[in-house]
């Protein structure tokens, strides 16, 4: 908090505007983790493993970038506080990149083609860190309270799914529909020049109205220490806010599922084509299945966390998704699933979208609440406020969906010895029977990591309520 004394509440509109931000990053990330590896393998003819090599490195860089770009932004004083000016200058470059990287040259070989990819996946998650890690940051300081913050985060979710899942939809129904006769669709180049252009104005538009659309909070947002800064003393005060043990829990934890989602993204497509055999019409309606899905996770979300507490809702949700998950292939590889174009199928994988989209989207919206409640809890032992740097775990997560997520699709996807320029139909049962044996194994093995870890988290209500309490002592919050 700043010397101007207690912010008045936050209102909806000031709480939608915030939210609307999310729209950007998660159009993006889900851009990237569905259509990226199947684009550039089956339509511009890379092979899988290169593109996923590509993401495994840009994710290193990210590891890099996301903390630092943190730290920086905890201790840049302006006239437009520590968030804002990173969010508004992300706008036009982010844009950008995304709408050219769905656009490479024809004619060109493969090395120029991965050199081409590199650069503009490295341009549109540069300008993403700078956008996504100060707008996650401004959750904790617009939300203090251990259920408002839960229900600011919820709010973001909605257009976290709007920009997903809701692209998504869009994205089949529309811009990479498949016609009549056959021709279109994922696996055409035409339809991705209207997408990325579309989705290039929402990222431009999203970021504009909410760095703007909270600008008035400003003077009552916390301000950076007026103090020398350098180098030696950055690197310490990281090591001293990263060491806290609930940080390091929730966000290997975090990473482990981000990790997951990103494998089920990036094998979607190659799943509902090939493995269950379905049109994109059927596509399209799972993606609609998973929008609605995700609305309902919003709304769990916060019935969870008062009833269990964040920690414990988030085991149970995690749990029940992902076992709800691989029931379907697990069916299918015991022989137990009805036959592949048959309505009692569809219905399966209708239920198994609906219930696991539900599942994770209360279980992330809990997450980024557990990794919001460490700012005062680290705050309480350093004395600073480091929002920007606890919640570059956050966006780095979201980019492990993208990066160590698509790697280990196309890893799989290797593994099964899946063909360039599949058809639907044609694949032989061997390789969708060795993409089964290896998708099932690794996502229960990822969220077994991850739930184990989980339990270690040491922040529940009565501590971060007694933190707050601490910090209003000392003048601090």
Same mark, same amino acid.
């Given at each position: ?150 229900? !600011?985060?919820?709010?973001?979710? +909605?257009? $976290?799914? #709007?920009? =997903?899942?809701?692209?998504? &939809?869009? *994205? ?69 806010? !990263?060491?806290?043990?609930?940080? +390091?829990? $929730?966000? #290997?934890? =975090?990473?482990?599922?981000? &990790?997951? *989602? ?216």
């Amino acid at each position: 908090m700043t010397e101007t004394g207690r912010a008045p509440p936050l209102g909806l509109g000031a709480k939608l505007l915030y939210a609307v931000g999310a729209t950007a990053t998660n159009l993006k990330h889900r851009a990237i983790s569905s259509f990226l590896v199947i684009f550039y393998n089956q339509v511009v003819g890379l092979p899988p493993q290169l593109v996923g090599g590509i993401l495994m490195i840009a994710l290193v860089f990210d590891a890099v970038l996301d903390p630092l770009v943190g730290q920086i932004s905890d201790n840049v004083r302006s006239r437009w506080g520590r968030r804002h000016p990173f969010m508004l200058v992300s706008a036009a470059p982010y844009a950008a990149a995304f709408f050219f990287l769905w656009n490479p040259p024809q004619g060109w070989s493969d090395g120029a083609l991965a050199i081409y990819l590199a650069i503009c996946l490295f341009s549109v998650r540069f300008f993403d860190t700078f956008f996504e890690v100060p707008h996650q940051a401004l959750a904790p300081e617009l939300a203090k309270g251990y259920d408002e913050r839960t229900n !600011l985060i919820a709010l973001r979710q +909605i257009f $976290v799914l #709007l920009g =997903g899942a809701g692209m998504m &939809v869009m *994205a089949l129904q529309f811009f990479l529909k498949e016609r009549a006769d056959g021709s279109g669709g994922v696996l055409a180049r035409d339809g991705y020049f209207l997408y990325s252009m579309t989705g290039a104005l929402i990222i431009f538009a999203a970021i504009i109205l909410s760095t703007v659309g909270t600008a008035h909070r400003i003077p009552y947002l916390s301000t950076a220490p007026d103090r020398p800064i350098t180098f030696r003393g950055m690197f310490a005060e990281v090591a001293a806010t !990263l060491g806290n043990r609930a940080f +390091i829990v $929730v966000s #290997l934890s =975090g990473l482990f599922i981000a &990790v997951a *989602a990103g494998a089920k993204s990036g094998l979607d497509m190659y799943v509902g084509i090939y493995f269950w055999e379905l049109s994109q019409s059927q596509l399209a309606v799972l993606a609609t299945m998973s929008l609605t899905g995700g609305l309902a996770g919003v709304a769990l979300a916060p019935v969870l966390g008062r009833a269990f507490g964040k920690k414990f809702g988030v085991l149970l949700a995690s749990t029940t998704g992902v076992v709800v998950h691989i029931t379907p292939m697990s069916m299918r590889m015991l022989g137990l699933a009805p036959e592949n174009e048959t309505t009692a199928l569809f219905l399966l994988l209708c239920s198994e979208e609906f219930a696991n989209a539900t599942l994770a989207a209360a279980s992330g919206i809990l997450t980024a609440s557990l990794i919001a409640d460490v700012v005062e809890d680290a705050q309480v032992r350093t004395g600073r406020r480091s929002e920007g740097l606890l919640l570059s775990a956050t966006a780095l997560v979201r980019k492990m969906v993208s990066g160590a997520g698509v790697f280990t699709a196309t890893t799989i996807l290797a593994f099964s010895q899946f063909p360039d320029d599949a058809k639907r139909g044609q694949v032989a049962e061997s390789v969708l029977t060795r993409l089964g044996l290896a998708y099932i194994p690794t996502m229960a093995g990822l969220y077994a990591i991850a739930i184990l870890l989980l339990f270690a988290y040491n922040i529940d209500r009565r501590r971060h309520e007694a933190n707050l309490e601490i910090l209003r002592s000392r003048g601090l919050n």
